[in-house]
Structure formats: C-alpha cells, structure tokens
C-alpha cells in the first residue's frame, strides 16, 4: 500500500533543503547582499569657463658703473 | 487523531524554505520567465578646463649693460644689452577638459607698471612647438604686448592628448633707467578658457 503524504526521502531531502536556504538566508542579510546598487551616476556639472594663473618674476639690479680713475701720489 | 512526525517535519521543512526564500528577496509573480536589461545612467557633460603645467617664469637678477638704452631677455634664450638675467623656461598651458576651447591671456600689469622706465616691453608669443598644432586661430605668433584684456590667442585649443599643451614664451624689454632693487618684480598671467 502506497503512504500517504510525504515519504521519508522527500523529507529528509526537504530538511537538507531546508537547512541549506536558512544559511544562504543568514549570510544574505548578514552580508547585506540585497543592497541596490546605484546605477544612475547623474550628471557631472559642466563649466563653459575656466582659468588658470602663471606668474612672470624679474629682478632688475642697477646697472654696473665701471669708473676707471685715476690716484695722483703727490709728493712733495 | 494522531500526527505522523515525519509528515510534520517535512511540512515545517516547507515552510522554513519558503520563509528563507521570501528573506533573501524572493517574490512569487505571475511572470513564468522573463528576461529584462539592465540599464547604467551616466551623462558626461562638457567641460572647459585648462591649466599652467609651468606656470612661473623667473628670469633672475640682472641689468642693464652700462652704456646701453635697455635689454631684452626672453624664454627662448635672448639676452641681449644686459647682464645676469637667465633664459627662463617658458609657461605651458594645458587643455584638461573635455571640450575645445578658446584661449584668451592677459596680465595683471601692464610693462610700465611692472618694469617701469622708458618704453619697457612686456611680451608674449605663442609657440607650438611641444606638440604641433595644438593652437589654431588667434594673432600671437610673434611677441605681443600684453594687456590688461584677454587677448584671444587660439580660437581653437584641443583638448585631444596630442595636441592639448601649447608653450608661451615671455619677452621683456627692460629701460636703463626702469625700476631697479633687489626685491623681485612679479606680474600675474592669466589665461581663460571658454567654449561656445
């Protein structure tokens, strides 16, 4: 005679089953891989203008005055 | 009645699946299989950006040769009528956005009020040197006074890699009788990018 309702095979692999979904369950919410990833990066603001400085820098010393002159060593 | 505990286990083990299933996210619908796409939104909009990658010229200390009206000194290695002044580098500009722009450059200082004397000159000229073609359009070819207004020196300024750095040489012309001293005399470069 044929058993009614679920036979002990199916259990057994149901109980397996079973115990396989609760840890995917556990390590799914513990490792919070439900998250939504964003997939929408918006829109980078766009400037029609920029600028950007340099600099120029000079010292401009006094010019060198040669004098050549000339000691009298008088004696008297 | 009696309950059959292997039937109960069975049917608890049931249960738990579809509680675990309905935990990590999964929903029962009328959908047998379906297929869908994903979908990742980004806009690039454009961007004018440039930049002085060298952005300081310093000529050093120097003057004037006694005996002579002034001297020239430049970044392209003149020196001429003065002594001590080094061929400084020149600046160089670079296009970093993502568009081609238009290149205007002006001082804070015009030459009398940054060397002084009788008939300074405060100059620039803009030199393709580095990477060919890089400027198109503009009227600084030869050196040019600056001024105190953009003056629009590349009507077109690439942004592609090869062809995004122009180099701009500097010229002063310094009087005999211009200002003098040891503290530095500095004049500020600016240059705009802008697209239309």
């Given at each position: 005679m044929k058993?009614?309702?679920?036979?002990?095979?199916t259990v057994t692999i149901l109980v397996i089953l079973a115990i396989v979904f609760v840890c995917l369950a556990i390590a799914y919410n513990y490792f919070d891989l439900n998250k939504k990833i964003p997939t929408d990066f918006g829109e980078r603001s766009g400037s029609e203008e920029d600028s950007?400085?340099?600099?120029?820098?000079?010292?401009?010393?006094p010019p060198e005055i040669e004098d050549k002159g000339s000691v009298d060593n008088v004696s008297g | 009645m009696s309950v059959d505990k292997t039937q109960l286990i069975g049917y608890i083990a049931i249960i738990v699946i579809i509680l675990s299933l309905a935990s990590i996210g999964m929903k029962f619908t009328g959908f047998a299989t379906t297929t869908d796409a994903g979908r990742v939104n980004i806009t690039i909009s454009s961007a004018a950006a440039i930049n002085f990658t060298t952005d300081f010229v310093d000529f050093g200390t120097g003057s004037v040769s006694t005996g002579q009206p002034n001297a020239t000194v430049d970044t392209e290695g003149t020196l001429t009528g003065g002594t001590g002044w080094s061929g400084a580098n020149n600046l160089t500009l670079e296009n970093i956005g993502n568009v081609n722009v238009s290149v205007g450059l002006k001082s804070s200082k015009l030459a009398s009020t940054f060397i002084g004397g009788t008939n300074p000159e405060f100059k620039f000229r803009v030199i393709n040197d580095s990477e060919h073609d890089s400027c198109v359009g503009g009227d600084a070819w030869t050196y040019t006074e600056f001024t105190l207004a953009d003056d629009t020196v590349c009507t077109n300024f690439p942004f592609a890699d090869d062809r995004d750095e122009i180099d701009i040489g500097i010229r002063l012309v310094v009087p005999s009788d211009s200002s003098s001293g040891t503290v530095p005399l500095t004049a500020v470069i600016t240059a705009t990018g802008t697209y239309s």
């Open positions: 058993e009614k309702g679920l036979s002990k095979r950007s400085g340099g600099k120029v820098g000079i010292v401009i010393a | -």
